[in-house]
């Protein structure tokens, strides 16, 4: 899973698992979503566990109540995730498996803020899926002995253990549903079908792939013996069929497809193929070839991740970095083939991210307070160019301030696979503010981001100590220079007031008499040093554009 997020929808739609797995954090969430009235109420945070900081995800699934095909045990009344599970009820609840990359799997359950078990095998894991074998267990694969291994969730112990041969190169394992015995087993560029009762040959069935690699395989749910198959950088989908694996039927689109998902349809319509694009979303029913409506996305840079039927209600997830946010989309099958759909960044306050805060920028920079994915986009760019434009760098840091829009660039930084555009963009912030402290005040808001997010890690690199040391040093002298520029300005206040008093008299007294002679107002005495302007002109040729020129033993006095 990398960087990237992951997030995954239990069967019945009501709870969403959201895992974070960075190089800063790894934690597990369950969100339980709601639809009421036609809104999205997804701020219920049933779940949450942070991982050590050295553990990081690799995959999820939810492990799911098996149904009466599979098991032969009748199901119970249909469970509320408004109740909380119990030692009688904990099998109403799907179980969330979460797999690490130290091979060791989690159980979560919702409500639960604790993992409810633990599978710690002596051998290597690289990924899992549900079982339909037994209730409540799950599949995995063991690349180094090269078998398929079921556990029990119930017991938490192995069941059982297939061995599949070494030319099948398995990257994951799909379960088809309600089929207690066949998987697919899907390579880099290939689709197999084993039978898993069968242990001295279990593999089957070879899928020949027209396109590699292989990106994402999804079955239906109505037609169990179907599946879509999208590939990396495809503008098309192939549906296979378990039962005639020569014959394939192709979708062909306009662009790039990102992902896609199959989701259960209605009276109309059985079963949905969303096609997910950059700019939209194409809507197919499940095997044809042209799209029932296309829903476009009017702000283009906020990735869609996947979206659900709840309810008639038709709803897209999508992030606000962690954040999973939830959006109802109003569509109608029978009146609109074209439905657009604006999704709007704001920040937590609901302020919207293009407000800006009074700072001071450099002369001749004008703000502009680009939102955080234009602002990231770009900075990225120059950071990734082989020689970086260090002016142009500065330049939209000096003219964006607006902290929330900061916040969440540095965050998506810190979240990228280039952990060295971080480094890049403090190294160049803190060698200008190093070189004139003056500039601080305009990129004190980066600075603090940056230092916020990469403290640690700069901490440990000796090359990144040494530009916080020199930061720090910069702005320490830059504080010693306070006590005598804070003299100066209550010195200059004192002569404008001063003056002020001056003209003011000299408008109401115009006759020459009232000094007594030429000489009279030099000898008039002024309270508070009024007459010591001299003195105070001295004092400003020592500042030269906000740096004064003071020696050691002034500050040692200070």
């Known amino acids: 899973m990398g960087s990237e997020l992951q997030g995954v929808f239990d069967k019945s739609g009501e709870l969403f698992a959201n895992i974070i797995s960075n190089k800063l954090r790894s934690e597990v969430q369950i969100i339980k979503v709601d639809v009421e009235n036609g809104e999205i109420i997804a701020d219920n945070y049933v779940t949450k566990y942070e991982l050590d900081a050295d553990e990081k995800i690799i995959d999820v699934q939810w492990i799911e109540q098996t149904s009466n095909e599979a098991t032969g045990k009748s199901k119970g009344k249909k469970r509320s995730v408004d109740s909380s599970p119990t030692k009688d009820n904990a099998s109403e609840f799907p179980i969330l498996s979460v797999l690490l990359d130290n091979s060791k799997i989690l159980l979560f359950s919702p409500h639960l803020n604790q993992p409810t078990g633990k599978i710690s095998p002596n051998f290597s894991i690289s990924t899992i899926t549900q079982s339909y074998n037994t ?215 609901g302020i919207d991210i293009s407000t800006s805060q009074n700072i001071i920028t450099p002369a001749g920079s004008e703000l502009k307070n680009l939102p955080f994915n234009q602002l990231f986009s770009r900075l990225r760019d120059l950071l990734m160019s082989k020689e970086v434009d260090q002016k142009s760098v500065l330049d939209i840091c000096y003219t964006n301030n607006n902290e929330e829009s900061v916040k969440e660039t540095i965050q998506e930084f810190s979240l990228s696979d280039e952990t060295s555009l971080g480094e890049s963009l403090f190294s160049i912030l803190s060698d200008e503010v190093s070189a004139d402290p003056s500039k601080s005040d305009a990129l004190a808001i980066w600075l603090k981001w940056l230092l916020l997010s990469y403290g640690g890690a700069y901490s440990k690199s000796i090359e990144m100590f040494v530009k916080v040391k020199n930061l720090q040093q910069s702005l320490d002298n830059g504080m010693k220079l306070m006590p005598h520029l804070l003299a100066l300005q209550g010195r200059l206040q004192l002569l404008r007031t001063q003056t002020k008093l001056r003209n003011e008299t000299g408008s109401k007294f115009t006759d020459d008499s009232f000094y007594g002679n030429e000489q009279g107002e030099e000898s008039i005495t002024f309270a508070n040093g009024e007459n010591d302007d001299s003195e105070l002109e001295d004092e400003v040729n020592t500042t030269v554009n906000g740096q004064a020129n003071i020696d050691e033993e002034d500050l040692e006095d200070d």
């Open 135 to 349: 209730e409540k267990s799950l599949l995995a694969f063991d690349p180094e002995n090269h078998k398929v291994i079921e556990y029990s969730l119930n017991y938490l112990q192995l069941s059982r253990s297939i061995n599949i041969k070494k030319t099948v190169d398995v990257r994951s394992i799909v379960a088809i549903p309600n089929d207690k015995k066949k998987v697919l087993l899907v390579s880099e560029n290939k689709v197999y079908l084993a039978n898993l009762s069968n242990s001295r040959s279990p593999v089957i069935t070879e899928f020949e792939s027209i396109e590699n690699p292989i990106k994402e395989v999804k079955f239906s749910s109505t037609s169990p013996n179907k599946f879509a198959v999208l590939y990396h950088n495809s503008e098309n989908i192939h549906i296979l069929d378990i039962l005639k694996p020569k014959e394939l039927t192709t979708i062909s689109t306009n662009s790039k497809i990102e992902s896609i998902q199959v989701i259960p349809g209605n009276s109309l319509h059985k079963e949905f193929l969303f096609v997910i694009h950059e700019s939209n979303i194409e809507v197919f029913e499940f095997e044809q070839k042209q799209p029932l409506l296309v829903i476009k996305l009017t702000n283009s840079t906020i990735p869609i991740k996947m979206l659900y039927i709840k309810d008639s209600v038709l709803y897209v997830v999508w992030y606000k970095f962690n954040n999973p946010k939830f959006t109802i989309i109003d569509w109608d099958l029978k009146s609109s083939k074209n439905i657009p759909i604006n999704l709007q960044l704001e920040s937590e306050n």
